[in-house]
């Protein structure tokens, strides 16, 4: 069993930055690919940042430049440091575990971003 805690949601204002970390209890981790997800109540859950094992990322468009990906596989830890931080960014935000027929999700927390 996979178990993801995410921490670091809070409120800030535009143009702030927060740090998401995703702690990951169980086996797998440094092989697994991680991301963060975001939700609002108006729209479906999207992907934002994802990280494979061997440290490849990709990144949504709206915020390509401003949020960063990365993984501590020593700690089985995934961070995503986002900067320059918009009220449009204001989300519950997800860390996800992902291998071969394998989906785990944390429960989320909220980041709000006040203009």
């Known amino acids: 069993q996979v178990q993801l805690v995410e921490s670091g949601g809070g409120s800030v204002q535009a143009g702030g930055s927060l740090r998401l970390s995703c702690a990951v209890s169980?086996?797998?981790?440094?092989?697994?690919?991680m991301g963060w997800h975001r939700q609002t109540p108006e729209k479906q859950r999207e992907l934002v940042a994802q990280?494979?094992?061997?440290?490849?990322?990709n990144y949504a468009d709206s915020v390509k430049g401003r949020f960063t990906i990365s993984r501590d596989n020593t700690k089985n830890t995934v961070y995503l440091q986002m900067n320059s931080l918009k009220p449009e960014d204001t989300a519950v935000y997800y860390c996800?575990?992902?291998?071969?027929?394998?989906?785990?999700w944390g429960k989320g927390t909220l980041v709000t971003v006040s203009p």
């Open positions: 996800n575990f992902k291998l071969p027929g394998v989906d785990y």
């Open positions: 990280i494979i094992s061997g440290g490849s990322t």
């Open positions: 169980g086996s797998f981790f440094s092989i697994s690919t």
